[in-house]
């Protein structure tokens, strides 16, 4: 099993470790110190090793953070988490608080008088310092660079992690690495940038075509680069992740060095230097000032080329959602067939898992698999353990969100089931739901328009029966690299403007706490729309390619509520689902699929 059901954290190991760190931010004369979910790569992913706001306050979701003042720790958390985090920290030692609506800036100014509060440099990006230092400013409150109080205390810190760096094959990359490293300094080049630093894990790995191991379900490496305006590279990383077939790979324009020579490499730079502050830790910029080095503000050079999937690249993950499909609708099959309340949501979990494994594709989980049976599913990102493991009951809704890593791409895919006859809220709001997936599912938008335009399309029919969901309506996709992926959202965050290629999630959803959950999703690719007879032939439109081949549960469907242009985008959604995929099953489970994609 690549999944495990263990519970990593308990709340009661959070206050004495609390009383440790309060112990040395007082030896070392600080008013505060902040707890970031964060590593010196500033992803989104974190290996054991970094997982500092998870072992201080036993909150594991994958977003927020702390600060640990001497009377009060907030941890910040946003929507997705407001349950979670109440049940895994130790309260009142530390203190929810609801992030964005609460800002760090006007919550320190409240709960501290004067001090100094402590970050580590290499865990904070400079984006996020700057605005917190613009928001304290004024007041008797200063941030400082400091030494990570956290790693001082934790005595058992997993070591740092030092997977193999793999070069990753061509016909799934499209494009050769020297390629793309020609194409991005041409663009340093022309912005007036002899350098650009990158340190997130997947930019390097897409522009060097290698993957890694170094973070869980995610397959990249920890390492940095630096992008030269020639196209030479320098690449930062542990001696014992390369061996002689990655430096064939790499060839003569990428040089290697060990991650502590960084400091002699960035001196060795002549500016402008590129960094990215919504990326590059704080510690870099500092070195950078210190060594009297010019630095130039842009994006990662990789970011926006990294986002928009080469042909080779989505017709590999074309191949990886059809073969993903197969194994779910095995799975689907299973679960009808079983004695549904005689399992469990850990069953439901090993199931799925088993029928990916049989593709011999798989080649790990893209993101712990979600089973959230009843009030379980009401926790957006839950995960189950032995603890919470939840018998399904009659009438009970699941979530089952989850997804498969391939070489040829990275899928994720969410089904509401239920267990015997739904009620006729849980119906509506599943109707609801699934009317805001059919809404984008069925766009036409022009060039220029971004994921903030988009989200309420998603939501009007929530909005219109007085509710809504508190996280973004989807979230790009990487090819083998990270199932989340940015700068591309299609949230009321989403400020990047759409392009051909690029991958997103359409997952609405609605949350009932206490009582049931319900999230429906399919992959998306933004692509070239048809033209439109009498539409403006001088105006680029855009469309959305469903790429996910999987059967909607229309048990759970109130066909009352659905317009006739919902009714025949089912139905044309399942056609499609049982051409693309019933070659690829046999037996009782293509005669599952057939009923199970019978018109309504």
Known sequence: MFQTFDSPTTPQAGPPRLKALRKEMAKDGLAGFMVPRADAHQGEYVAPHDDRLAWLTGFTGSAGFCIVLPEIAGVFVDGRYTVQVKAQVAQPDYTPVDWPATRPGPWLRENLSSGAVGYDPWLHAVAEIEALEQALDGSSVGLVPHRNLVDRIWADQPA??????????????????????????????????????????????????????DIPKNPVPHCFAILHDTGMVDLLALPDKVDDGLKAHLGKDVHLNGPKAFPTVLQSLDGPVRID??????????????????????????????????????NGTREAHLRDAAA???????FDSADKTALTEIDLVTALEGFRRETNSLLDISFDTIAGAGPNGALPHYRVTTETNRTLADGALIVVDSGGQYYDGTT????????????????????????????????????????????????????????????????????????HEGPQRLARSGDVPFRAGMILSNEPGYYREGAFGIRIENLIVVQEARAIAGGDAHRQMYEFETITW????????????????????????????????????DGEVAIWLHHATEPI
């Open 412 to 483: 994720d895919i969410t089904r509401t089931l239920v267990v015997g006859q739904p009620g006729a809220a849980e119906k509506a709001a599943y109707t609801r739901v699934l009317q805001g997936m059919i809404a984008i599912s069925r766009l036409r938008f022009p060039q220029g328009v971004a994921g903030m335009h988009l989200d309420a399309i998603a939501r009007q029919n929530l909005w219109m029966a007085g509710m809504d969901y508190d996280h973004g309506t989807g979230h790009g996709v990487g090819t083998y690299l990270c199932v």
């Open 328 to 334: 779910m609708c095995r799975f689907l099959h299973w």
């Open 277 to 314: 502050p919504a990326s590059c830790p704080v510690w870099v910029k500092l070195q950078l000032e210190e060594d009297g080095i010019a630095i130039a503000r842009g994006s990662d050079p990789c970011i926006m080329p990294k986002a928009s999937k080469s042909e080779a690249e989505l």
């Open 160 to 213: 740092p992690p030092k997977g193999a760096i793999k070069p990753y094959p061509i016909e799934f990359a499209g494009e050769p690495h020297d390629s793309k490293r020609k194409r991005l300094a041409a663009e340093l080049k022309k912005a007036g940038h002899r350098a650009a630093v990158i340190t997130l894990p997947d930019s390097i790995a897409w522009l060097l075509n290698v993957r890694g191991s």
């Open 550 to 585: 999987v059967p909607i549960e229309t048990r759970l469907i109130d066909t009352e509520l659905l317009t006739t242009a919902e009714r025949d985008w089912i139905n044309a959604y399942h056609r499609s689902v049982r051409a693309r995929i019933a070659p690829r099953l």
